[in-house]
């Protein structure tokens, strides 16, 4: 099975895998990000972050590759009284631009080594003046420290503080955590977990 069928299943049904809740890192920092700003959200989901920041006074635009994920996405947002933008689109195809977000937005968004450094190394160029990249994502130690509360199957694709400050050096880092939280987040995710944070500023 392909990572888009995969997850179209996995989005399939009425309940929400990761709940309608927000990611707590990105409720508890989100005065980080530019007010009112331009938001692109990453491997968005079923869209609890993008309908928050939506509340919250941001144009947001999501992308994912999962149709399904998009209906719920969309559903959870008029339910909600927002709106947002939702391309269906694997992030390898996804046209960034060039100084185009205030802010982008990378919660628990894992693809495999290659995906992951095309994505990042696109980052920082479409980004404006000021504008804040964002990121949780679980560390190695989630699956070497067997924790279980979810996460990639492969330790390549997960994360850690390393790489991201060398691959966003040119960004002023505003926030920086690796080590174990709660994260409890629909079915999807729910325990202990060991996490990498990052926040940094073009």
Not at 25 to 48: A, I, N, Q, T
Not at 74 to 100: K, T
Not at 108 to 125: C, G, L, M, N, Q
Request: glycine residues 12%; hydrophobic residues 40%; charged residues 20%.
């Amino acid at each position: 099975m392909g990572a888009e069928a995969f997850w179209d299943e996995r989005y399939t049904g009425e309940a929400y895998v990761y709940g309608v809740e927000p990611n707590d890192f990105l409720k508890d920092h989100v005065g980080h990000l530019p007010r009112g700003g331009r938001v692109l959200c990453l491997s968005e989901g079923e869209g609890r972050n993008a309908v928050f920041l939506a509340e919250q006074g941001f144009d947001v635009w999501s992308v994912d590759f999962s149709s399904v994920a998009r209906e719920k996405a969309l559903a959870l947002a008029v339910a909600r009284g927002v709106a947002l933008h939702y391309d269906v689109s694997p992030l390898s195809n996804y046209d960034f631009g060039i100084g185009q977000w205030d802010a982008i937005v990378s919660i628990f968004a894992h693809t495999d080594a290659a995906t992951r450094e095309d994505v990042w190394s696109k980052i920082v160029p479409s980004l404006t003046e000021g504008g804040v990249f964002f990121l949780e994502g679980y560390h190695p130690q989630q699956i070497l420290g067997e924790y279980k509360s979810g996460g990639p199957p492969s330790v390549d694709m997960m994360v850690t503080p390393e790489m991201l400050h060398q691959s966003f050096s040119a960004l002023v880092c505003e926030h920086d955590f690796c080590g174990e939280r709660p994260v409890i987040e629909g079915v999807g995710h729910s325990g202990l977990a060991y996490v990498a944070q990052y926040i940094g500023r073009k």
